[in-house]
């Protein structure tokens, strides 16, 4: 007799095939990982049920700049259930231009040790003749 064995189905988006995976699991325990047509569809429901991750993409307020925001994102992907902390400090920041791709916004997000870092270079505003 089976225990609480529970099925659940995952679209893979380890690879452009996007295979349709099922996945029979016991709690957190995998029991069997099916229609996966390559291992990364396998590591990815087995991340998936385990620790769930995001990168984070978001926009932050800049002043004296050429523009008003600056688009960022995570360095890497975060745990899933800190996203909305990190949305929660991403809107209390507001940069001075210049910012440069790449200069880092705000780190160590969470305490999940990644960094959120700009994705565009936002440089000062042109002086009104």
Do not use: Q, W
Request: aromatic fraction near 2%.
């Amino acid at each position: 007799m089976r225990g609480n064995m529970e099925k659940k189905e995952f679209v893979c988006i380890g690879c452009p095939l996007g295979c349709n995976v099922t996945v029979e699991a016991e709690g957190k325990e995998i029991k069997n990982i099916t229609g996966n047509t390559c291992p990364r569809g396998a590591d990815y429901v087995t991340k998936e049920l385990t620790d769930p991750r995001r990168i984070v993409t978001s926009l932050v307020r800049v002043s004296g700049g050429e523009l008003p925001v600056v688009s960022v994102k995570t360095a890497s992907d975060i745990p899933k259930d800190k996203i909305m902390d990190c949305m929660g400090i991403l809107k209390k920041i507001e940069l001075s231009a210049p910012v440069r791709m790449g200069d880092v916004v705000a780190e160590n997000v969470c305490g999940t040790g990644v960094n959120v870092i700009a994705t565009r270079t936002c440089d000062l505003k042109a002086a009104e003749s």
